[in-house]
């Protein structure tokens, strides 16, 4: 069982930053591929990035490519998303999770998931 618990959303301008933080519970926090998820208002769940076990592999949406940035810290149970250059369309609320098999951009190979982080940019 895995526990995971985002944090670092917020409101800010276009064209801004923020850095997610998802904090995972449990001693096999490595062994999990980690993604990023995001719903905005009336939309599916999207993929936005997913990261290796190790750190050493990483993945990222088309519509985020060379703006955000996954990382992870295995030592500290937690893997971030660093997200510049904001824009509106980039508002939703993030989910971090957890998939045991591979690093996917399917959220349905995710076995656990965070309650959410809301981030809106405003334009």
């Known amino acids: 069982q895995v526990q995971l618990v985002e944090s670092g959303g917020g409101l800010v301008q276009a064209g801004g930053s923020l850095r997610l933080s998802c904090a995972a519970s449990?001693?096999?926090?490595?062994?999990?591929?980690m993604g990023w998820f995001r719903q905005g208002p009336g939309k599916e769940r999207e993929f936005v990035a997913v990261?290796?076990?190790?750190?050493?592999?990483?993945n990222y949406a088309d519509s985020v490519k060379g703006r955000f940035t996954i990382s992870r810290d295995n030592a500290k149970n937690t893997v971030y998303l660093q997200m510049n250059s904001l824009k509106p369309e980039d508002t939703a609320v993030y989910y971090c999770?957890?998939?045991?098999?591979?690093?996917?951009?399917?959220?349905?190979?995710?076995?656990?998931w965070g309650q959410g982080t809301q981030v809106t940019v405003s334009s």
């Open positions: 449990g001693r096999t926090f490595s062994s999990y591929a």
């Open positions: 999770a957890a998939n045991r098999i591979a690093p996917t951009n399917s959220k349905n190979a995710y076995d656990y």
């Open positions: 990261i290796s076990r190790s750190g050493g592999s990483t």
